[in-house]
């Protein structure tokens, strides 16, 4: 292997262990309280909606 590979992969195993990780621990410590998944499934769904009608108005507009 290359010196510019194994610096790349070093870089890697960097961002799981010290971001990718703890930023999943977090989220699903947070989900795991029943409020703030409910906050967060409302909150979801607006933007649902949201993109939903921004598509439709696209499709009328297009028409």
């Known amino acids: 292997m290359k010196r510019k590979n194994i610096d790349t ?16 621990t977090v989220v699903g410590s947070a989900l795991a309280i ?6 967060v499934a409302a909150k979801a769904n607006d933007w649902k909606q949201s993109i939903e009608q921004k598509i439709k108005r696209k ?3 297009a028409q």
């Open 59 to 61: 499709e009328n507009e």
């Open 34 to 39: 029943p409020e703030v998944r409910s906050a």
């Open 9 to 24: 992969m070093r870089e890697v195993r960097l961002w799981i262990g010290q971001i990718v990780v703890p930023a999943i």
